[in-house]
């Protein structure tokens, strides 16, 4: 695995995720403890995660009360299976936010018909990334550098992965939306991704 | 590597594929390294995508965690799968490693086995003991060969015994599926393929396990997504395929 090859390096910036401090106990090492039932450093880990895995849920699932239940469901989540947490495999916020997505996906996918959605979602193809949060510099910075990244993209590009990501589609209904080929959403999500990893400087 | 499999790394990242094509891509994964590492690039990026809309969680989200997890038992860290365990013996000189790996495989069939066991005691409890002794014969006959390969999150092992024309099949680490959908195990031959079982993973992702005693001229095992109730001929491209020891 990883060991023969390139390693997985995580964010540029150790701090990258919203609310974490330099000064703050590295995740993967908070996580190695939590294994250890350290209710303590689950405690810290709430602390450093917790408005990134609400924030994503919710703007995924939209209804308040929901989005509280999924990202419990994850955080708890993270509590029960932080033994299985492998660093070679990717950073601990990447296995988090993989965790919180699949999580918030599941929960809409269940729960709401695919037109219900695509009636919500049909003026909603811009990024809207909320800049109603009073937070610290840090997070300002990452999403700032988020933007430009996206910015970067082609229009198709950006509304693919944001359409799936942000609102939970599947790449066909991207595609339905879109009104293109289904190879080219599936294309477009995987060079926008590509283009997104190298901007933000994350490598695997 | 397969281009049209391949370029499901993006939807993938961003957990965008169906059941079907997900779990297709994740029996993909398991296969290639080069897609492995790109996945994992691909999600540091979309892990960013999501800390980039970070909203402040209700106060008394973290008071009602806290409370929570400490109901909630941990999993026990993942141990060496059967395949380590196996590649451990023989690096050191051994006079049998063949009967090595096929014990440490044995040994894990016998384990899960008892552990569904013990969940389904009270259900059909004859009906156990006849597949118990089935698994029994097929790891006890002198011709069990084992083959074993990595699925999704876990491992898959199969135990053949050719002069008895049986094999044993189990899994650990397989996703949970929606209750619309279930994992169908296939006995591939030239002339096609059987179905050989339905798979239904429990909480941590095993499967009891399934025996087959119409091996016939089959060559591999296969596995698939299928609606509830199973197919009578795979709708989808097996995720996993095992050769068949001869």
Redesign the interface.
Known sequence: ??DE??P?R??RKPA????VRNDAPALDALLARV?R?D?AA??QT??QV???????V??VVRDPAQS?EV??EV??EV??????YEPA???A??W???M???RA?DRVR?EQAASDRQARAANREQVV??D??A?DVE?RL??E???RCLDTLTDLQRQS?AL???E?????E?AELLTVPL?T??????????R??DC?G??? | MNDDLHTLAGAYALDALPEDDRARFEGHLARCEACLQEVRGLREASGQLGVAVAAPAPARLRTQTLARIAEVRQLPPAVPEVADLAAERARRPRRRPLLAYGLAAACLIVALFSSFLAVRWQQDLSHERATAQAVAAVLSAPDARTVTAPVQGGSATVVVSQSRSSMVFASSGLRQLPESRTYELWLMSPAGARPAGLLRPDADGRTNPVVNGTLGDARQVGLTVEPAGGSPQPTSTPFLVLDLPA
């Open positions: 695995m990883t090859g390139r997985v995580p964010f990258a995720a919203a609310g294994a039932g209710e689950f405690e709430y602390d917790a408005d990134a895995v609400f924030g994503l919710r703007r509280e990202t419990q955080l708890v509590w029960r299976t932080a033994s299985r495999r990717g950073s916020m990447a988090i936010m993989t919180a997505h699949r996906v269940s990334l909320y109603e949060v937070e997070a990452d999403r550098r988020v933007r992965v799936a990501y942000y939970g589609y599947t790449y066909r991207v190879g959403v599936k294309t477009r999500m995987r060079d926008g991704m590509i997104m990893r933000l994350v490598e695997a």
